[in-house]
């Protein structure tokens, strides 16, 4: 392994550790983007509009205006991005997809959740809220699971939101929800990445 792809894997492993960072079940709290990604913007590979990935069947929008960012060396492989939806980085939008390693990787189910498909994916969604330092936090996580005949995919796409921003923030989640969908047979289209014009 070279070290640029080594030093892409570690940044990626510490980025899911961290947004996979859950309050307990009932407990009023909700975690920041700073707890939940490494990301920033202008870090790593930028994604804008449409997009898909073969490897995982993925396709989707990132909703007009905003831009996705990897966090990671152009040559690392996908595994995500990071949208801000502020410059205080304060709201944000999460996309993470992944192989299943073992079992321990699954996606806790939630009885409260609500089901619904991502394409050929299930989907659950559930939301916490809670107080940061800056005042009322919102968190929403929609985690999918895909069995494919050589793995099981599993993935999160996690909203955090500043009180101030719920509105807006969330209206943003829910269009860029409403594209994603996964696909057994895998995708078509083709894959839109590019960095910011400096």
Same mark, same amino acid.
């Given at each position: 392994?070279?070290?640029?792809?080594?030093?892409?894997?570690?940044?990626?492993?510490?980025?899911?550790?961290?947004?996979?960072?859950?309050?307990?079940?009932?407990?009023?709290?909700?975690?920041?983007?700073?707890?939940?990604?490494?990301?920033?913007?202008?870090?790593? /590979?930028?994604?804008?509009?449409?997009?898909?990935?073969?490897?995982?069947?993925?396709?989707?929008?990132?909703?007009?205006?905003?831009?996705?960012? +990897?966090?990671?060396?152009?040559?690392?492989?996908?595994?995500?991005?990071?949208?801000?939806?502020?410059?205080?980085? +304060? +709201?944000?939008?999460?996309?993470?997809?992944?192989?299943?390693?073992?079992?321990?990787?699954?996606?806790?189910?939630?009885? *409260?959740?609500?089901?619904?498909? #991502?394409?050929?994916?299930?989907?659950?969604?559930?939301? *916490?809220?809670?107080?940061?330092?800056?005042?009322? #936090?919102?968190?929403?996580?929609?985690?999918?699971?895909?069995?494919?005949?050589?793995?099981?995919?599993?993935?999160?796409?996690?909203?955090?939101?500043?009180?101030?921003?719920?509105?807006?923030?969330?209206?943003?989640?829910?269009?860029?929800?409403?594209? /994603?969908?996964? +696909?057994?047979?895998?995708?078509?289209?083709?894959?839109?990445?590019?960095?910011?014009?400096?």
């Amino acid at each position: 392994m070279t070290k640029k792809c080594a030093i892409g894997f570690i940044a990626f492993i510490s980025m899911f550790d961290l947004a996979r960072a859950e309050p307990a079940p009932g407990r009023n709290e909700a975690i920041t983007c700073k707890q939940a990604t490494l990301t920033k913007p202008v870090l790593g /590979v930028a994604y804008q509009g449409f997009l898909s990935n073969e490897d995982y069947g993925l396709t989707g929008k990132i909703p007009q205006g905003l831009t996705g960012w +990897s966090g990671v060396a152009a040559g690392a492989p996908f595994h995500g991005f990071t949208i801000f939806l502020d410059d205080q980085m +304060s +709201s944000c939008i999460i996309f993470e997809i992944h192989i299943r390693v073992n079992d321990v990787d699954a996606p806790p189910v939630l009885k *409260s959740a609500k089901r619904f498909r #991502l394409g050929d994916a299930e989907a659950r969604q559930s939301a *916490s809220r809670g107080r940061g330092t800056n005042g009322l #936090l919102t968190n929403v996580s929609t985690t999918f699971s895909i069995a494919r005949p050589d793995a099981m995919e599993d993935g999160v796409i996690r909203l955090v939101a500043s009180g101030r921003d719920l509105g807006h923030a969330t209206a943003l989640y829910d269009d860029f929800v409403r594209t /994603v969908k996964l +696909s057994k047979t895998g995708t078509t289209w083709t894959a839109h990445h590019f960095r910011r014009p400096s």
